[in-house]
């Protein structure tokens, strides 16, 4: 089965985008002033009708400043795999910490219909983006690594709906990456390199 998404699921995602674009609140669309806390980001997030753009994500992320202890009671990490520690979720977000240790590493996935932006906040990330082997019509489509980048504290990434990639901590510190969702990620396919989505 291919995995390239089809045309309607192209355009039903810009739609989305679209029409969260016209939900924003003036507020966002006016401000660059710095959002201080988790607290005054969620307010922001909850400000907006329905899901929410890529680029009003990346807007506030960007202004967000937090304290060193804020997110302190959300900083837990696996032995065995990175952690995913939710903040908080609702019908049009999700706002989530994640704890790396050195070497852990996502599957190669998309983001199923959502935007999301995530920022650096300790350590250094490493990102790689993933192309179709092939945009033959009707090929098996494989996937290859086409662009690897490292990214250090405050780093912002953006990836929206069919962007496939793999983000990872090389070590040798831990890494934690604070990520916002719109719609909450509810299901993404995973890849195999060169190889059809695996789920
Ligand atoms: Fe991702």
């Known amino acids: 089965m291919s995995a390239i998404p089809s045309l309607p699921a192209i355009q039903e995602a810009r739609l989305h985008e679209l029409r969260s674009q016209k939900q924003r609140p003036r507020e966002t669309r006016e401000s660059a002033d710095p959002i201080l806390g988790l607290a005054e980001l969620t ?33 837990l990490f696996d032995a065995c795999n990175y952690r995913r520690n939710q903040i908080r979720r609702t019908e049009d ?64 990434c953006a ?18 990456t604070l990520h916002v969702y719109s719609p909450p990620l509810l299901e993404m396919r995973t890849y195999d390199e060169h190889c059809p989505p695996v789920s």
């Open 43 to 75: 307010r922001h997030l909850d400000a907006f009708e329905g899901p929410i753009g890529l680029d009003d994500l990346r807007q506030l992320m960007a202004r967000l400043q937090l304290s060193d202890d804020e997110l302190q009671t959300f900083t």
């Open 93 to 156: 977000y999700e706002l989530v910490l994640i704890c790396w240790r050195p070497g852990q590493a996502s599957p190669i996935h998309d983001h199923a219909g959502c935007a999301c932006v995530f920022r650096v906040l300790e350590g250094t990330g490493e990102e790689t983006v993933y192309v179709p082997e092939s945009d033959e019509p009707g090929a098996s489509v494989s996937y290859r690594p086409a662009a690897t980048s490292c990214h250090a504290g405050g780093a912002l």
């Open 159 to 176: 990836s929206f709906d069919a962007d496939i990639h793999k983000v990872s901590n090389p070590g040798p510190h831990n890494l934690c």
